[in-house]
């Protein structure tokens, strides 16, 4: 406790020593001191499936109707109550992250467009009546966004043993058989979870960011494990940025990115040992995609040391397919009708590359399976926009914004 209040008092004062997950595991590497640091910011950023909203949603003039049998947002369905809020013309619902409107927008896009301050159409049936409005985030009185589980410290890399192409969540283009590709998520060294992986100081209550937001802690979430934990959280929607969440074409429909950071004191040795955890210690499970069973193991390095951290754009290649492949198969729609790629939105995901006939758009995502070199075609989890994160908790963290 001491040494908590020691770090809280030099957050106060502005002489506490900051440093983002990756700036911290290069001193590491690097053998540098790392006696001055006070606080490491951890950060996560990909597909997690356990995210819902609850909502309480103002559709039409007190009395209008009894209360809501369904209810859509954008397309995207949406479990009216629990409360029934009879003849309020106000409507609680909950809204999973996978429901889908169609196989190119669901609750994920949802989310990033209520956060982005966007109109949101929705659709009331009662009685045999429909009634529609639209809103924006600013007139729903309640948001709130919830996590069964997020954050898993250990996912799994995905390959298709078998002889036919395999429609899953785990790819955007279906994953071919015979082991020949491998999907992946997880961003390894510097997820909260890799850097507490006792949940030390991700108890219940305890603070966490998420999508840029500041939340906490609910506890474990499902099919969390001692040897793969993941959390359950919750924020409030109006204090969240777009750019951290989102909605995620796979090829069995759309999914939801949500991101997660947190700051981790370093107050003890146990602490200091699990933040010194690198990718090449970090075990990333080989699981076949038709019985869910483990066939082998990597280590993340494979995922994340010397592989693309940006889309190679080479357009005197293009070939003028129409319709292009790479901008209609784009997860997160990146590739702007010119082929150029809006930074902002891409995912750094390598679908472009695998769907992109003339080769116009180019990474390197690297290999697992050792002596198999089993390439990987899609990563699920955008490293880059974790580093922001972390950056973004850091400076929450000085501007007093964001607790330990």
Wanted: with cysteine; proline share 5%; hydrophobic share 35%.
């Amino acid at each position: 406790m001491r040494e908590i209040e020691r770090i809280r008092s030099a957050l106060s004062d502005g002489t506490a020593v900051i440093l983002t997950a990756s700036e911290f595991k290069r001193r590491i590497a690097q053998e540098d001191t790392i006696s001055d640091v006070d606080i490491v910011t951890c950060g996560t950023c990909g597909v997690m499936s356990g995210t819902y909203a609850v909502l309480s949603v103002p559709v039409a003039s007190p009395g209008s109707f009894l209360r809501a049998d369904t209810v859509s947002l954008q397309g995207v369905p949406a479990i009216p109550g629990p409360c029934p809020n009879e003849r309020l013309g106000l409507v609680d619902l909950i809204v999973f992250g996978t429901a889908q409107a169609d196989n190119r927008y669901g609750g994920g896009h949802l989310f990033h467009d209520l956060i982005a301050g966007k109109d949101i159409h929705v659709k009331v049936t009662s009685a045999g009546k429909d009634h529609e409005t639209d809103v924006t985030l600013e007139d729903i009185p309640f948001a709130r966004l919830l996590s069964t589980r997020s954050c898993f410290k250990n996912y799994s890399a995905f390959i298709n043993g078998g002889n036919e192409p395999v429609k899953t969540i785990f790819s955007t283009l279906s994953l071919a058989g015979n082991a020949s590709e491998a999907t992946v998520s997880g961003c390894g060294e510097i997820n909260p979870l890799e850097n507490d992986p006792t949940l030390r100081l991700l108890s219940p209550g305890d603070p966490v960011i998420m999508n840029g937001a500041e939340g906490r802690v609910i506890g474990t979430g499902t099919r969390s494990s001692t040897e793969r934990p993941n959390i359950s959280v919750h924020a409030d929607f109006k204090k969240m940025d777009a750019m951290f969440c989102g909605g995620f074409r796979t090829a069995a429909g759309p999914e939801c990115i949500t991101s997660i950071g947190t700051a981790i004191p370093l107050v003890d040795r146990d602490v200091l040992a699990s933040l010194c955890v690198m990718d090449k210690d970090i075990t990333l499970p080989v699981v076949d995609i038709s019985n869910r069973q483990p066939v082998g193991s990597d280590y993340y390095d494979r995922v994340w040391t010397g592989t693309a951290s940006c889309i190679q754009h080479h357009p005197w290649r293009c070939q003028n397919c129409s319709p292009c492949n790479a901008r209609e198969s784009c997860p997160v729609d990146a590739i702007r009708e010119d082929g150029t790629i809006s930074q902002v939105k891409c995912f750094v995901c390598g679908t472009c590359v695998e769907a992109c006939n003339g080769s116009v758009y180019e990474g390197n995502f690297g290999t697992i399976m050792g002596d198999k070199e089993i390439p990987i075609v899609l990563r699920q989890s955008d490293r880059r926009r974790a580093e922001i994160l972390c950056r973004k908790v850091r400076e929450m963290l000085m501007k007093g914004e964001f607790k330990i």
